[in-house]
């Protein structure tokens, strides 16, 4: 069975960094595009991040500049770099996996960003 697993989330205060990680098993992992999703109190999910099978990558206008996607096909896990964090990035950020005939999504891990 699959299993997309976050973590690295916390709390931290306004201006620090976190580290989110992606982990997959039983999955071939390189061949997934793959992209990081928050979801704020209220709110409906948004986009973060993307990174393709391939390494290109796409950023929300809201994190362009201080999140930093990356992969390590090796290790099957994904990284979201988070730096210079506002209040407004608190939320549960989720890894979802995608390829044309399936996809995953982890359970989440929540990140606050104090004022």
């Known amino acids: 069975q699959v299993q997309v697993v976050e973590s690295g989330g916390g709390l931290v205060q306004s201006g620090g960094s976190l580290r989110l990680s992606c982990a997959a098993s039983?999955?071939?992992?390189?061949?997934?595009?793959m992209a990081w999703y928050r979801q704020a109190p209220g709110k409906q999910r948004e986009l973060v991040a993307t990174?393709?099978?391939?390494?290109?990558?796409n950023y929300a206008d809201s994190v362009k500049g201080r999140f930093i996607i990356s992969r390590d096909n090796a290790k099957t896990t994904a990284y979201l770099q988070m730096n210079s964090l506002k209040p407004e990035d608190t939320a549960i950020y989720y890894c979802?996996?995608?390829?044309?005939?399936?996809?995953?999504w982890g359970q989440g891990t929540q990140v606050t960003v104090s004022s």
């Open positions: 990174i393709s099978s391939g390494g290109n990558t």
């Open positions: 039983r999955i071939i992992f390189s061949i997934y595009d």
């Open positions: 979802h996996l995608w390829h044309p005939r399936e996809n995953y």
